[in-house]
Nanobody
Framework: QVQLVESGGGLVQAGNSLRLSCTDT????????LAWFRQTPGHERDFVAA?????????????ADSVKGRFTISEDDTKNAWYLYLEINSLKPEDTAVYYC??????????????????WGQGTQVTVSS
């Protein structure tokens, strides 16, 4: 069973960049549908970005409108393990949240919905100071 773990969060100043990482504790294949969500206290988990491996030529990437142009989702399997990344540029205080990676072995057109993912990490806190 996939067990995801995130890393890379922390306290950063606005305008800086950060890269979040996610992998499986046993280096298993992460899945065909991968995503990052974020959550702030008292709010639901919001979709940030997703990779949908819907063809053998590569995956399709999707982003929430609020992060387009600043966030980049990618996957890497060159280190004897599968890693999912979220590169965040030009950080803003409103990016402050707990960021979660999520995966599923099944493809779901509703890649933006939390219910479309079976496996979740424990989250990593990103705090952006102004």
């Amino acid at each position: 069973q996939v067990q995801l773990v995130e890393s890379g969060g922390g306290l950063v100043q606005a305008g800086n960049s950060l890269r979040l990482s996610c992998t499986d504790t046993a280096h298993l294949f992460l899945g065909y549908q991968l995503a990052w969500f974020r959550q702030t206290p008292g709010h639901e988990r919001d979709f940030v970005a997703a990779i949908h491996w819907n063809n053998w030529n590569g995956g399709s990437t999707y982003y929430a409108d609020s992060v387009k142009g600043r966030f980049t989702i990618s996957e890497d399997d060159t280190k004897n393990a599968w890693y999912l990344y979220l590169e965040i540029n030009s950080l803003k205080p409103e990016d402050t949240a707990v960021y979660y990676c999520a995966s599923s072995y099944e493809l779901d057109p509703a890649y933006y919905g939390a219910s479309s993912y079976k496996y979740w990490g424990q989250g990593t806190q990103v705090t952006v100071s102004s």
